[in-house]
């Protein structure tokens, strides 16, 4: 897993927080199929294409900064993402513990304004992650993850931004020849 702060510029990262303000999001989305749980969600899209056309263009550039900022290709083996989504949960909705489809995921958190006092971190393999605005979090999809409970005291929407990856050859089970 791999934690990458301060992503896009301080006004670019503004720029998508006022966007995530203003979506509307449908409540019917499970984390795990068959679980109780739902949460909130908007698919972007599967291709530059459908998300330009769709009218969400202003999460294009999180991945093509950090395409070319964390050298996505030298490193993950990516070049391009499969989809993207957004998801998001209040107090009181606890996503269930879950591994995703794929080869990567990338969970952008662009609330800025986020008080850290209010949760909403991920856990990762058990490993905590802090919910902290412009921040990617870049892990291999197969592992369980958990978005956390937000508290009683956020009158706030936690929010992220999810970036569904394959590798260009193999899968999974090439990784490790991608990182040495």
């Known amino acids: 897993m791999d934690v990458y702060d301060n992503v896009l510029e301080e006004h670019v990262a ?47 550039p999180i991945w093509d900064t950090a395409k070319i900022k964390y050298k996505f290709k030298e490193k993950y083996a990516l070049d391009n993402f499969v989809r993207i989504y957004m998801n998001a949960h209040t107090h009181g909705i606890e996503p269930h513990m879950h591994q995703d489809d794929g080869d990567f995921t990338m969970l952008y958190y662009p609330r800025c304004d986020w ?25 291999d999809a197969g592992l369980w993850h958990q978005a956390q409970p937000v508290s009683r005291q956020c009158y706030e929407l936690r929010t992220c931004i999810v970036f569904k990856c394959n590798l260009e050859i193999g899968g999974v089970d090439r990784l490790d020849y991608y990182k040495n």
């Open 14 to 60: 503004e720029f998508v927080q006022l966007q995530m303000n203003d979506l509307s999001w449908k409540y019917d989305y499970y984390s795990k199929i068959g679980s109780p749980n739902k949460h909130w969600h908007v698919l972007c899209g599967k291709n530059p294409k459908e998300i330009l056309d769709d009218g969400y263009e202003w999460v294009l």
């Open 115 to 139: 008080d850290e006092d209010w949760g909403g971190g991920t856990i990762v393999d058990g490993t905590f992650v802090e919910y902290k605005g412009n921040r990617l979090v870049v892990f």
